[in-house]
């Protein structure tokens, strides 16, 4: 019969034996170590699948938690932070509107400062009413000093003449349109002509000299002498020169200067003769180019 | 109460034609507002209403135009009261009526309105005033009439007797 002692002594046995037996493993120079670790990579193996198992299982519980546990309040944060970004592209608009507006509103102010006229600035409020004239609508009117047949200008040059004034609004027919007629001059010929609108939304110098010089890529300057616009204010290039059989006079299409289809703010030439002297060549315009041996009439 | 809603309208048409109507224009061609609300004043009202609407409108509309002071003036008067005569024994206002006579006033605007443009200033080609300007802008016109009339069909069903004397 086996007593109680003996197996508690042999479990201790047992114990002691095994703490030896992993001293001595541990003791054991590594070279020897070898079996040791081969039976622990099979070990290894076998455990790591059952570990990968688990990691998936808690990667799922963390992202459980973080994509919907932990984020109840991320709704709110997103409505908050998309009524930001919509604020912050208004302002961003806003803040570029502004910029432009400012361009615009300084090159006015120069060309202001620039020409010896006395000018009022207005601006554009709308088109014509209808597709049959070419018209805008402008914020100024007999109240600020302005008048039938005053020139209406931008920096980029002239474009057009006002027709009808009232108390707080002008329309100003633009120089695009065929019944407006302002007198004009090349440039570097020296030749005057009329300068009228047409259907195509462009704009022709009429009754130039036959024996004009007057050749492609010429600039077109206002002549000053009727209507309301000083002299050499820029109407525009001509594109397309015009001859035909059995007529006294050239005609040439222009292109204008000006985009007619973005007009924001206009300055109104309210006296075009009150200074006796010739503007000072308030724009850049084309350096007198080398004249030709016929422009010696 | 009539007087005042014809004044508000005409009030609000032109300032509307003049500033907004440029954003939706298709080719630089803006519909006749003025046109379409007199045309719909006589389908909808009376002859007598569409002619007064149209002398406001069309003398609102010549003020702010670069051209004379009485093309509109005359004009919008005649078509309200074509639109007037043309419904006004007509039983179901369909929206092929609508769309046709729209776009037979339209063509008729625009075919006066050169006349008149030719005749006081510079003459230009027909055809390419017919192709650039009268026909894109009577289809315009006709497909906003027509979408007006669905809009006013919402709060308005039906005619008044005296524009419809047979309508049900």
Redesign the interface.
């Known amino acids: 019969m086996i007593s109680l002692h003996s197996i508690a002594g042999g479990k201790r046995a047992a114990v002691l034996l095994l703490a030896l037996l992993i001293a001595a493993l541990l003791l054991l120079p590594e070279s020897r170590q070898e079996p040791l670790l081969a039976l622990g990579r099979h070990m290894a193996a076998a455990v790591s699948v059952p570990l990968r198992a688990m990691e998936w299982v808690n990667q799922g519980l963390d992202g459980f938690w973080g994509r919907y546990v932990a984020l109840q309040h991320v709704r709110e944060e997103n409505f908050t932070l998309r009524q930001e970004i919509a604020r912050l592209r208004q302002e961003t608009v806003r803040m570029r509107e502004t910029a432009v507006a400012s361009t615009r509103l300084r090159d006015l102010l120069e060309l202001r400062e620039r020409l010896p006229y006395p000018t009022v600035s207005a601006q554009v409020?709308?088109?014509?009413?209808?597709?049959?004239?070419?018209?805008l609508?402008i914020n100024r009117g007999l109240q600020d000093g302005l008048a039938v047949d005053m020139g209406v200008v931008t920096p980029a040059g002239i474009i057009g003449r006002i027709?009808?004034a009232?108390d707080r609004?002008a329309?100003?027919?633009?120089l695009i349109?065929?019944?407006n007629a302002v007198t004009g001059l090349v440039q570097r010929t020296r030749d005057e002509g009329i300068v009228?609108g047409t259907?195509k939304g462009l704009a022709r110098i009429k009754y130039l000299p036959l024996l004009s010089t007057v050749k492609v890529g010429d600039q077109v300057v206002t002549s000053g002498l009727a209507g309301g616009f000083p002299r050499g204010l820029p109407v525009g290039t001509i594109t397309k020169i015009e001859r035909r059989e059995a007529e006294l006079f050239l005609s040439a299409e222009i292109a204008p200067d000006t985009d007619f289809t973005k007009l924001e703010e206009v300055l109104v030439v309210t006296s075009p003769r009150e200074s006796t002297s010739l503007p000072p060549m308030p724009f850049p315009l084309q350096p007198p180019a080398k004249r030709d041996a016929g422009d010696a009439r | 109460m009539k007087v005042v809603a014809y004044a508000a309208l005409v009030l609000l048409v032109?300032?509307v034609?003049?500033?907004l109507l440029?954003r939706i224009s298709i080719a630089?061609?803006?519909p006749?507002l003025?046109l379409v609300v007199v045309c719909l004043i006589g389908l909808y009202g009376s002859e007598v209403e569409a002619v007064l609407a149209g002398l406001a409108l069309g003398f609102a509309?010549d003020?702010?135009?670069?051209?004379a002071l009485w093309g509109?003036l005359c004009l919008k008067p005649i078509l309200g009261l074509l639109a007037g005569l043309a419904s006004r024994n007509l039983v179901n206002l369909t929206w092929a009526f609508v769309l046709a006579l729209m776009l037979g006033l339209s063509l008729l605007s625009g075919t006066v309105?050169?006349l008149l443009?030719s005749f006081t200033?510079?003459g230009?080609?027909f055809f390419?005033?017919a192709r650039?300007?009268i026909l894109p802008?009577a289809c315009y016109d006709a497909v906003l009439g027509l979408a007006a009339l669905k809009l006013i069909r919402l709060w308005k069903p039906h005619r008044s007797a005296l524009t419809a004397l047979t309508y049900e």
Do not use: C, H
């Not at chain 1, 409020?125 to 018209?135: A, F, I, L, Q």
């Not at chain 1, 329309?171 to 633009?174: A, C, K, P, R, S």
């Not at chain 2, 003020?63 to 051209?67: A, H, I, R």
């Open positions: 409020v709308g088109r014509d009413p209808s597709n049959w004239y070419r018209s609508v027709v009808k009232y609004f329309i100003v027919l633009l349109d065929p019944n009228e259907e | 032109i300032p034609q003049i500033t440029d630089g061609i803006r006749d003025a509309q003020l702010f135009s670069g051209g509109n309105m050169y443009k200033g510079p230009a080609n390419l005033a650039g300007i802008q």
